[in-house]
Protein backbone atom coordinates (compact mmCIF):
# COMPACT_ATOMS: atom_id res chain seq x y z
CA UNK A 1 0.00 0.00 0.00
CA UNK A 2 2.89 1.95 0.99
CA UNK A 3 4.36 1.93 -2.67
CA UNK A 4 1.54 2.82 -4.49
CA UNK A 5 0.65 5.49 -2.45
CA UNK A 6 3.73 6.94 -3.52
CA UNK A 7 3.26 6.62 -7.14
CA UNK A 8 -0.22 8.22 -6.34
CA UNK A 9 1.70 11.43 -4.68
CA UNK A 10 4.06 11.54 -7.34
CA UNK A 11 1.49 11.24 -10.31
CA UNK A 12 -0.53 14.07 -8.07
CA UNK A 13 2.69 16.19 -8.35
CA UNK A 14 3.42 15.38 -12.16
CA UNK A 15 -0.31 16.30 -13.22
CA UNK A 16 -0.56 19.16 -11.31
CA UNK A 17 2.77 20.56 -13.41
CA UNK A 18 2.16 19.24 -16.74
CA UNK A 19 1.95 22.08 -18.86
CA UNK A 20 -2.14 22.74 -19.79
CA UNK A 21 -1.92 23.22 -23.06
CA UNK A 22 -0.97 19.45 -23.63
CA UNK A 23 -3.41 17.00 -25.14
CA UNK A 24 -3.09 12.99 -24.19
CA UNK A 25 -0.81 11.10 -26.12
CA UNK A 26 -3.32 10.51 -29.04
CA UNK A 27 -4.18 14.21 -29.47
CA UNK A 28 -8.12 13.28 -28.47
CA UNK A 29 -10.55 15.74 -26.43
CA UNK A 30 -12.93 14.96 -24.25
CA UNK A 31 -16.19 15.96 -24.53
CA UNK A 32 -17.47 18.24 -21.62
CA UNK A 33 -20.83 17.07 -21.22
CA UNK A 34 -22.73 14.62 -19.80
CA UNK A 35 -22.12 10.82 -20.08
CA UNK A 36 -25.60 9.13 -20.91
CA UNK A 37 -23.93 6.26 -21.16
CA UNK A 38 -22.36 6.45 -17.97
CA UNK A 39 -25.78 7.45 -16.26
CA UNK A 40 -27.11 4.41 -17.41
CA UNK A 41 -24.75 1.99 -16.47
CA UNK A 42 -24.48 3.22 -12.94
CA UNK A 43 -28.37 3.24 -12.51
CA UNK A 44 -27.75 -0.86 -13.09
CA UNK A 45 -24.73 -1.27 -11.29
CA UNK A 46 -26.51 0.38 -8.05
CA UNK A 47 -29.52 -1.43 -8.67
CA UNK A 48 -27.56 -4.52 -8.54
CA UNK A 49 -25.64 -3.56 -5.53
CA UNK A 50 -28.48 -2.75 -3.53
CA UNK A 51 -29.75 -6.51 -3.96
CA UNK A 52 -25.70 -7.90 -3.04
CA UNK A 53 -26.44 -5.18 0.21
CA UNK A 54 -29.14 -7.01 1.27
CA UNK A 55 -27.67 -10.60 0.09
CA UNK A 56 -24.93 -9.97 2.49
CA UNK A 57 -27.49 -8.45 5.44
CA UNK A 58 -29.16 -11.66 5.43
CA UNK A 59 -25.93 -13.63 5.52
CA UNK A 60 -24.94 -11.81 8.66
CA UNK A 61 -28.00 -12.76 10.12
CA UNK A 62 -27.50 -16.44 9.44
CA UNK A 63 -24.37 -16.33 10.52
CA UNK A 64 -25.89 -15.59 14.18
CA UNK A 65 -27.32 -19.03 13.50
CA UNK A 66 -24.14 -20.90 13.21
CA UNK A 67 -23.64 -20.37 8.71
CA UNK A 68 -20.17 -21.15 7.57
CA UNK A 69 -18.01 -18.56 6.69
CA UNK A 70 -17.84 -19.91 3.32
CA UNK A 71 -20.88 -18.36 2.26
CA UNK A 72 -19.76 -15.17 3.89
CA UNK A 73 -16.84 -15.04 2.30
CA UNK A 74 -18.94 -15.91 -1.14
CA UNK A 75 -20.53 -12.63 -0.78
CA UNK A 76 -17.87 -10.48 0.58
CA UNK A 77 -16.15 -11.80 -2.60
CA UNK A 78 -19.29 -10.59 -5.46
CA UNK A 79 -19.58 -7.61 -3.33
CA UNK A 80 -15.71 -6.68 -3.95
CA UNK A 81 -16.12 -7.64 -7.44
CA UNK A 82 -18.93 -5.56 -7.84
CA UNK A 83 -17.23 -2.91 -6.55
CA UNK A 84 -13.79 -3.22 -8.95
CA UNK A 85 -16.21 -3.26 -11.76
CA UNK A 86 -17.78 0.22 -10.69
CA UNK A 87 -14.31 1.39 -10.96
CA UNK A 88 -13.33 -0.18 -14.61
CA UNK A 89 -17.00 1.80 -15.74
CA UNK A 90 -15.91 4.58 -14.88
CA UNK A 91 -12.62 4.47 -16.53
CA UNK A 92 -13.72 3.91 -19.47
CA UNK A 93 -16.40 6.42 -19.61
CA UNK A 94 -14.57 9.14 -21.30
CA UNK A 95 -17.37 12.34 -21.99
CA UNK A 96 -17.96 13.52 -18.50
CA UNK A 97 -19.14 16.97 -17.12
CA UNK A 98 -16.62 18.18 -15.39
CA UNK A 99 -17.38 21.66 -14.98
CA UNK A 100 -20.21 20.85 -12.99
CA UNK A 101 -19.06 17.47 -11.44
CA UNK A 102 -15.17 17.74 -10.54
CA UNK A 103 -15.01 17.01 -7.09
CA UNK A 104 -12.35 13.73 -6.31
CA UNK A 105 -14.34 12.15 -3.76
CA UNK A 106 -18.22 13.25 -3.35
CA UNK A 107 -18.45 11.27 -6.92
CA UNK A 108 -21.14 7.92 -7.89
CA UNK A 109 -19.68 5.07 -5.57
CA UNK A 110 -17.13 7.66 -4.31
CA UNK A 111 -15.42 7.83 -0.72
CA UNK A 112 -12.36 9.28 0.76
CA UNK A 113 -10.50 6.26 2.83
CA UNK A 114 -9.37 7.81 5.44
CA UNK A 115 -12.49 9.57 6.10
CA UNK A 116 -14.56 6.55 5.58
CA UNK A 117 -12.57 4.71 8.57
CA UNK A 118 -13.57 7.46 11.25
CA UNK A 119 -17.10 6.62 10.06
CA UNK A 120 -17.57 3.19 9.98
CA UNK A 121 -15.41 1.94 12.48
CA UNK A 122 -17.37 3.31 15.19
CA UNK A 123 -20.86 1.62 13.57
CA UNK A 124 -19.04 -2.13 13.40
CA UNK A 125 -19.80 -4.56 16.17
CA UNK A 126 -17.31 -7.04 15.91
CA UNK A 127 -14.28 -5.98 18.74
CA UNK A 128 -10.82 -5.36 17.18
CA UNK A 129 -7.57 -6.75 18.33
CA UNK A 130 -4.80 -4.23 19.10
CA UNK A 131 -2.77 -5.44 15.86
CA UNK A 132 -5.82 -4.96 13.73
CA UNK A 133 -6.23 -0.79 15.43
CA UNK A 134 -2.59 -0.30 14.67
CA UNK A 135 -2.67 -1.62 11.06
CA UNK A 136 -5.94 0.12 10.69
CA UNK A 137 -4.58 3.37 12.09
CA UNK A 138 -1.15 3.02 9.47
CA UNK A 139 -3.62 2.74 6.27
CA UNK A 140 -5.76 5.23 6.88
CA UNK A 141 -2.78 7.61 7.78
CA UNK A 142 -1.06 6.46 4.53
CA UNK A 143 -4.54 6.53 2.41
CA UNK A 144 -4.65 10.05 3.89
CA UNK A 145 -0.96 11.58 2.35
CA UNK A 146 -1.62 10.19 -0.83
CA UNK A 147 -5.58 11.66 -1.32
CA UNK A 148 -3.68 15.12 0.29
CA UNK A 149 -1.65 14.92 -2.86
CA UNK A 150 -4.24 14.13 -5.21
CA UNK A 151 -6.23 17.03 -3.65
CA UNK A 152 -3.35 19.33 -3.85
CA UNK A 153 -2.49 18.44 -7.29
CA UNK A 154 -6.41 18.90 -8.37
CA UNK A 155 -6.73 22.10 -6.54
CA UNK A 156 -3.76 23.80 -8.67
CA UNK A 157 -5.37 21.57 -11.84
CA UNK A 158 -8.76 24.04 -11.17
CA UNK A 159 -7.32 26.97 -10.23
CA UNK A 160 -5.67 27.31 -13.98
CA UNK A 161 -8.93 26.25 -15.28
CA UNK A 162 -10.92 28.84 -13.35
CA UNK A 163 -8.16 31.49 -14.92
CA UNK A 164 -8.57 29.84 -18.50
CA UNK A 165 -12.30 30.51 -17.91
CA UNK A 166 -12.59 33.97 -16.60
CA UNK A 167 -10.23 34.53 -19.85
CA UNK A 168 -12.91 33.05 -22.26
CA UNK A 169 -10.08 30.41 -23.49
CA UNK A 170 -12.30 27.61 -24.37
CA UNK A 171 -9.83 25.78 -26.48
CA UNK A 172 -7.26 25.69 -23.01
CA UNK A 173 -10.69 24.84 -20.83
CA UNK A 174 -10.72 21.62 -23.19
CA UNK A 175 -7.57 20.59 -22.86
CA UNK A 176 -7.41 20.22 -19.42
CA UNK A 177 -10.50 17.49 -19.03
CA UNK A 178 -8.06 14.91 -19.63
CA UNK A 179 -5.87 16.18 -16.82
CA UNK A 180 -8.84 16.19 -14.90
CA UNK A 181 -9.92 12.74 -15.37
CA UNK A 182 -6.60 11.26 -14.68
CA UNK A 183 -6.84 12.34 -11.45
CA UNK A 184 -10.55 11.08 -11.25
CA UNK A 185 -8.87 7.44 -12.40
CA UNK A 186 -6.27 8.25 -9.34
CA UNK A 187 -8.52 8.75 -6.80
CA UNK A 188 -10.60 5.51 -8.01
CA UNK A 189 -6.97 3.50 -8.27
CA UNK A 190 -6.56 4.80 -4.38
CA UNK A 191 -9.81 3.26 -3.43
CA UNK A 192 -9.91 0.24 -4.94
CA UNK A 193 -6.09 -0.51 -3.27
CA UNK A 194 -7.90 0.54 0.19
CA UNK A 195 -10.34 -1.98 -0.08
CA UNK A 196 -8.21 -4.94 -1.06
CA UNK A 197 -5.73 -3.89 1.77
CA UNK A 198 -8.31 -3.19 4.36
CA UNK A 199 -9.98 -6.90 3.55
CA UNK A 200 -6.84 -8.28 4.26
CA UNK A 201 -6.62 -7.07 8.06
CA UNK A 202 -10.24 -8.15 8.76
CA UNK A 203 -11.89 -11.53 9.74
CA UNK A 204 -14.56 -12.77 7.02
CA UNK A 205 -17.08 -11.10 9.79
CA UNK A 206 -15.91 -8.15 9.89
CA UNK A 207 -15.36 -7.74 6.06
CA UNK A 208 -19.12 -8.79 5.26
CA UNK A 209 -20.42 -6.06 8.10
CA UNK A 210 -17.60 -3.75 6.42
CA UNK A 211 -18.90 -4.26 3.12
CA UNK A 212 -22.64 -3.99 4.66
CA UNK A 213 -21.67 -0.27 6.25
CA UNK A 214 -19.92 0.39 3.49
CA UNK A 215 -23.11 -0.03 1.02
CA UNK A 216 -25.12 1.99 3.30
CA UNK A 217 -22.83 5.14 3.79
CA UNK A 218 -22.67 5.34 -0.13
CA UNK A 219 -26.34 5.08 -0.21
CA UNK A 220 -26.68 7.87 1.77
CA UNK A 221 -23.69 9.60 0.39
CA UNK A 222 -24.28 9.15 -3.18
CA UNK A 223 -27.79 9.53 -4.22
CA UNK A 224 -29.26 7.46 -7.48
CA UNK A 225 -29.54 11.20 -9.87
CA UNK A 226 -25.93 12.01 -9.00
CA UNK A 227 -24.12 10.92 -12.54
CA UNK A 228 -20.98 11.74 -12.80
CA UNK A 229 -17.46 9.96 -11.95
Known amino acids: MSSTCNKLRQRGRTLANKP ?3 VNAQGEIFKIKGN ?3 VMNYARWLEEHNKLISEIQSGLNDHKHLIGDDKLLFLKDRIMKHYFELFEMKTSATNVEF ?3 GDLWRT ?3 FRPSELLQV ?3 RLQHSWTEEQLSDISNLGYTCQQAEEALAQGMEKLQETLDKATEAGDKGFQVTCVSQKLCFLKQ ?3 LRQEFLRQFSR ?3 ISQQAEFL ?6 LHEHNPPCQSSL
Open 20 to 22: MNE
Open 36 to 38: TTF
Open 99 to 101: FKY
Open 108 to 110: GGG
Open 120 to 122: ILP
Open 187 to 189: ADL
Open 201 to 203: LLT
Open 212 to 217: LALGEQ
